[in-house]
């Protein structure tokens, strides 16, 4: 079964219970049909009914793309306005008829089991992880696990129908967010460190790596303690760095992912508010 679920998670991805062909596998020398599948893989990886807003608003050449997917992919609702179903829930007369589809939902079910213990991203989704993440903390600078996942999703949807190199990235991320937790945990930990609360912030700043240094010594802090005064950061920070530090680097680190609270600064709430 092993075997089985590593050609699996190689060449298909699991939408709504169902095993799909990867776009790449279908369209190797078509970036622009492969990316446009992509985008209604995603929108029913998040809900089971795509609004027509979701559709109208791309590009003219996009559109119609996305459209002839939604054809073979889903069946339409006319009175919700919107189409309902995903890759296993078809027409009648296209290619995979409803009998296939419950066979499929059989398959994921004996394979599911297997990919908690195993790996269920392939190498390019734990790849392109990372990378995405740092835009996902640029909006959000404290995450839970949860919000980490509706990040990448949110991303991908907002850019995977531009023409870049970056849309595919956000695009193959995003299929990392349903990922089992403790997997998804480990490729979030190249990144990011996990504080209490199950909340993470970036090892490194992306808007002052000049403040690393500090940065670390007060994640290290926040690793044994809620909340924290000046005078601890700036105790540890002479310790650890063998000098005094500015008052710039500390408001810098401080405010990037902590809030003063009470006169004891605290770590942000990760709950989903831009910072």
Same mark, same amino acid.
């Given at each position: 079964?092993?075997? =089985?679920?590593?050609?699996?998670?190689?060449?298909?991805?699991?939408?709504?219970?169902? /095993?799909?062909?990867?776009?790449?596998?279908?369209?190797?020398?078509?970036?622009?049909? &492969?990316?446009?599948?992509?985008?209604?893989?995603?929108?029913?990886?998040?809900?089971?009914?795509?609004?027509?807003?979701?559709?109208?608003?791309?590009?003219?050449?996009?559109?119609? *793309?996305?459209?002839?997917?939604?054809?073979?992919?889903?069946? *339409? &609702?006319? #009175?919700?306005?919107?189409?309902?179903?995903?890759?296993?829930? +078809?027409?009648?007369?296209?290619?995979?008829?409803?009998?296939?589809?419950?066979?499929?939902?059989?398959?994921?079910?004996?394979?599911? #089991?297997?990919?908690?213990?195993?790996?269920?991203?392939?190498?390019?989704?734990?790849? !392109?992880?990372?990378? !995405?993440?740092?835009?996902?903390?640029? +909006?959000?600078?404290?995450?839970?696990?949860?919000?980490?996942?509706?990040?990448?999703?949110?991303?991908? @949807? &907002?850019?995977?129908?531009?023409?870049?190199?970056?849309?595919?990235?956000?695009?193959?991320?995003?299929?990392?967010?349903?990922? #089992?937790?403790?997997?998804?945990?480990?490729?979030?930990?190249?990144?990011?460190?996990?504080?209490?609360?199950?909340?993470?912030?970036?090892?490194?700043?992306?808007?002052?790596?000049?403040?690393?240094?500090?940065?670390?010594?007060?994640?290290?802090?926040?690793? =044994?303690?809620?909340? @924290?005064?000046?005078?601890?950061?700036? !105790?540890?920070?002479?310790?650890?760095?063998?000098?005094?530090?500015?008052?710039? *680097?500390?408001?810098?680190?401080?405010?990037?992912?902590? *809030?003063?609270?009470?006169? /004891? /600064?605290?770590?942000?709430?990760?709950?989903?508010? #831009?910072?």
């Amino acid at each position: 079964m092993e075997e =089985v679920f590593e050609v699996l998670q190689k060449h298909a991805l699991l939408v709504q219970g169902l /095993w799909v062909p990867k776009s790449s596998l279908l369209f190797p020398g078509d970036p622009s049909k &492969s990316l446009a599948r992509d985008y209604v893989l995603l929108l029913f990886s998040k809900n089971p009914f795509i609004s027509y807003d979701k559709v109208n608003n791309l590009s003219t050449s996009r559109k119609e *793309e996305v459209k002839g997917f939604l054809k073979i992919l889903a069946i *339409e &609702s006319p #009175p919700l306005k919107g189409a309902k179903g995903g890759p296993g829930r +078809t027409k009648p007369g296209t290619v995979i008829k409803s009998e296939k589809a419950g066979n499929s939902d059989k398959v994921a079910r004996k394979v599911a #089991p297997g990919a908690q213990a195993g790996r269920t991203m392939s190498d390019e989704t734990r790849e !392109a992880i990372p990378k !995405a993440l740092k835009k996902v903390f640029q +909006t959000y600078k404290v995450c839970s696990l949860q919000l980490i996942r509706k990040g990448l999703r949110d991303l991908a @949807l &907002s850019q995977s129908t531009l023409p870049k190199a970056d849309a595919r990235l956000v695009v193959k991320a995003a299929y990392g967010a349903d990922a #089992p937790e403790r997997e998804l945990q480990d490729v979030v930990s190249q990144v990011a460190v996990e504080l209490h609360g199950g909340l993470f912030v970036m090892k490194s700043s992306q808007e002052n790596p000049e403040c690393d240094p500090l940065r670390e010594v007060v994640i290290n802090l926040l690793r =044994v303690k809620d909340k @924290l005064k000046k005078a601890e950061v700036t !105790a540890a920070a002479q310790v650890s760095l063998k000098r005094d530090i500015t008052n710039n *680097e500390y408001n810098k680190v401080m405010s990037d992912f902590c *809030e003063y609270k009470g006169n /004891w /600064w605290v770590l942000k709430s990760g709950d989903g508010k #831009p910072s």
